[in-house]
């Protein structure tokens, strides 16, 4: 009983951890800004876009 406890509160944690691949469209320019931005930050232009969509769903929640 223990051990399917544990299993599934592994397979919970790995579920979190899941990225979810999308595509995503955007205009030249806007991809531009994105990139020059993800560099002076040290990220990917991916890790910039998930980063910012982080924060603001972190805004949203707080009601900011």
Do not use: D, H, T
């Amino acid at each position: 009983m223990e051990a399917e406890v544990r299993k599934k509160e592994k397979e919970l944690k790995e579920k979190e951890k899941a990225k979810k691949q999308i595509p995503l469209r955007l205009s030249a320019a806007l991809w531009e800004e994105l990139a020059a931005w993800a560099e002076a930050e040290f990220r990917s232009v991916n890790g910039q876009i998930e980063y910012l969509l982080a924060e603001c769903v972190k805004r949203r929640k707080n009601g900011s």
